[in-house]
Each structure stands twice: as C-alpha cells, then as structure tokens.
C-alpha cells in the first residue's frame, strides 16, 4: 500500500484535532456499514494537511487520497474517485456507482 506523502516538518499545535480525528475514523471503522467524517472549516487552517497526516500514519485500511482541485465541476467527481481507485464503471461513474463498486473494501478515502 503506498502511503500519500505530507508536507515537510511537524504538524504544530494540532494534536488534539488528530487525535479527535483518529478516535472518529476508528469508530467508523467500527460500524458494520460504511461511514463519512468531514472535516470542515475555514480556507487556509489546515484541514488537507490534518487528513494528509492523518492518512500517510494510517495502518487500519487501504488509503487513497483523491486531489479534487482539477476536478472542474461537481458532476465529475465520482468519476475522479473511480479512476484513481482503478474502478472499471461504465458509462458516466455517479456517486453511487463508487459505493457500490467499494462495499466489500474497507478503505480511507480522502478527498
């Protein structure tokens, strides 16, 4: 499994909010069906660099990070998500075909 690679240097002052983050992603991992956490916040406090980290130290699944940046419109993101996880989908992949087609794997996306 490849890890996805973080920022140079220490993550500062952010350890209650990895912690936090890790106890969440532990309990949904704990569910019998799939869950979300989201992470949300003001542009610029470090929200990418808190899941990066978080996700290159992650040893209770597959990870895959999927960058939404060149992802033009909202439409085009599950497709975005079935090419980076190699998901052969046909047609014009929707939110619900990635689900489905993921069910069996326990994996940590990050989007």
Known sequence: MVRPRIGTGELVGRADELGMLTELLEQVGELASPGCVLVTGEAGVGKTRLALDIAAGWQE??????PLGAVGRPER??????SR?????TGDARADDVALALADRRLLLVL
């Open 61 to 66: 699944s597959e990870v895959s990070v999927v």
């Open 77 to 82: 993101v599950a497709q975005a998500v079935a």
């Open 85 to 89: 996880l190699g998901l052969r989908l």
